[in-house]
């Protein structure tokens, strides 16, 4: 995730990135897993909207989440750019204060891909693609070079969070 180099922008949707969303556990406040139903054959995009389940294997927690059951009630959150799964509104276990505000991902994935884009020194983008698109939909603190040692800190402790599964190793972000 250095400082050098460019990043080639490939319009990618959030949506992209919700394979699998670690959560905080509504059971033992440990880390969970919100991820597609097991045999769904969805990727990228479409696997938000497949059926989910969540899974916390410290304390054995499960839920199951279904579009037609379920809805989206919490999807509006997430656009908001609240940090919670859109499908369970657990809050994200991926959170940190940073430039005076909360910096959160999905999962290591989301991580590196906005590690890669921040440490850039050339940003590029393809012509047409999503309005929507992830990267350019970023807020401009994090865009902001002033930002970037900074956001680059906190990504890197989202990195070393991702390997935490215990609530009391999770530091609050209140």
Known sequence: MGGVG?????????????ERILVVCAGCGG??????????????????HEPRRLACARCAV?????????????????????????????????QTRC????????NL?????LGAFVGARLRE???????????????GWMKAAGNRDSVLKGLERLRALAEVTAPEGRPSVG
């Open 6 to 18: 460019r990043h080639f922008d490939e319009r990618r949707h959030l949506l992209g990135f919700t």
């Open 125 to 139: 983008h393809g012509a047409g693609g999503s309005t929507t698109a992830m990267l350019a939909s970023l807020p």
């Open 109 to 113: 994935a989301h991580v590196e891909e």
């Open 99 to 106: 430039a005076g505000r909360v910096l959160w991902a999905l």
């Open 31 to 48: 880390r969970a897993v919100s991820s597609r139903w097991p045999g769904t054959e969805a990727a990228g995009t479409w696997a938000a």
């Open 62 to 94: 499960m839920g199951e989440w279904d579009k037609e059951r379920d809805g989206t009630r919490h999807w509006g959150r997430m656009w908001g750019n609240a940090p919670v799964d859109m499908h369970f509104g657990r809050p994200l276990w991926l």
